[in-house]
């Protein structure tokens, strides 16, 4: 199936480079002495966070969590589910979320209130991309890197049904053939 999908280069993977270099410098100065818990939710953030996390040259903590929010194809599943929670204790302890798309909003809304509820010391939200389009929910992104068209995207860690992942560019989806 996947080789007749169209698939069209948004963003290059040094132009990803760039902007990864600019958001750990980012966040490098606002967390250098605070010892932060990088979040990251599966699976989709994996590339994103191994590169920035390579650029933040200071102590920090990794700790993922899984959402259930799309299942199969391109339409939200439309619930959204804590299917793997943290392992650590966030309470008093600033929280950087690390994302790979907000899209209409709801997953990083509803996964922020979560965290929120452990009562970490601080609490804010890293995302790769946003599509501002496409937003139902209003949310602060602290560190955003990329604003992407209305377009479903792919690569560079971001599947379509667990294809694609592999792609170094981030890439939309133009057709389906
Ligand atoms: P939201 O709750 O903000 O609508 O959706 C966030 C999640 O939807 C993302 O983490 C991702 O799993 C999925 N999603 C939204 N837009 C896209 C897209 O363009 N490409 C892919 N692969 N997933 C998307």
Redesign the pocket.
Known sequence: MSSEVKLSVLFTAEEIAVVVERLAAEIRRDYLDKNPVLIT?LK??FVFLADLVRQLDFPLEIEFAQ?S??GHG?E?AGK?KVVQDIQCDIKGRHVLVV????????????FLKHLKEKQPASLKLCSL?D?PS?T??KINIDYLGLT?PD????GYG???DEK?RYLPDIR??EDEG
């Open positions: 939710v989709g953030s959402l929010s799309y391109k939200s959204i994302e790979d798309i907000i899209d209409t909003g709801l997953t990083a809304a509803f991309t599509k496409r139902q929910v992407v377009k479903f995207i792919v971001i599947d379509w694609f939309a989806i």
